[in-house]
């Protein structure tokens, strides 16, 4: 069974500081990795995508991957308000015929004004 | 910005009756999902379709449930025999390249009376 871990939550951080959030998976051969984030009653919204080791960053999200461990994290810095949602990590394996993306569970966020 | 609709919002239906819902893609998109959130739970992976076939589909994607793309814009999820259990968010999901960045639909809740 693939799987693909994150911590529940909630996670509270203060308006403007960091927010770290953080997912592990279990399938060696995962190859892309996306950061989608849901508003509560509200479908996924993408917000980063990655494909290899290393940071990529787009505005004020920074992706980070380490294949070697298995582990991707996304971080938001100056976080807002509008940042307060649900944060899900999907994976998706490279391997022919397998194109369906595994989430995790979210990551409940809020940002405290 | 071209973004993946989806028709209707919200469907109440009886349990045992057939629903369709519908889905119009990304225009220049070439794979297209089905996906399901039951209240509280994670967004799980129904089925997969390139080329006008099915790619791929998960367990939960049974003889009950049927995908069509009937012309050259929808994309449609039937339930032939809606359980109670069936109640849940669907989403539409599109790429344009195998395995790269999903865009997802704004959702269809479903309720199974």
């Known amino acids: 069974q693939k799987e693909v871990e994150q911590n529940s939550g909630p996670l509270s951080v203060p308006e403007g500081a960091i927010a770290s959030l953080n997912c592990t998976y279990s399938d060696r051969v995962s190859q892309s990795f996306f950061w989608y984030r849901q508003y509560s009653g509200k479908s996924p919204e993408l917000i980063m995508s990655?494909?290899?080791?290393g940071d990529k960053e787009d505005g004020r999200f920074t992706a980070q991957l380490n294949k070697a461990s298995q582990y991707v994290s996304l971080l938001i810095r100056d976080s807002q308000p509008s940042d307060s949602a649900t944060y899900l990590c999907a994976v998706n394996p490279e391997d022919f015929g397998n194109e369906k993306l595994t989430f995790g569970t979210g990551t409940r966020l809020t940002i405290i004004p | 910005e071209p973004e993946v609709t989806q028709t209707p919002s919200h469907q109440v239906t009886q349990m045992g009756q057939e629903v369709i819902l519908r889905c119009v893609p990304i225009?220049?998109?070439?794979?297209f999902y089905w996906y399901r959130q039951i209240l509280g739970q994670k967004v799980e992976f129904l089925v997969s379709f390139y080329n006008n076939e099915i790619s791929e589909k998960s367990e939960i994607f049974d003889d009950q449930f049927s995908v069509e793309r009937p012309d050259g814009s929808n994309f449609t999820l039937k339930i032939r025999s809606t359980k109670l259990e069936d109640s849940a968010m669907y989403f539409c999901?599109?790429?344009?390249?195998?395995?790269?960045?999903?865009?997802f639909g704004q959702g269809t809740r479903l309720t199974v009376v």
């Open positions: 990655i494909y290899s080791n």
């Open positions: 225009s220049n998109h070439l794979y």
């Open positions: 999901a599109s790429s344009e390249v195998r395995n790269t960045e999903a865009f």
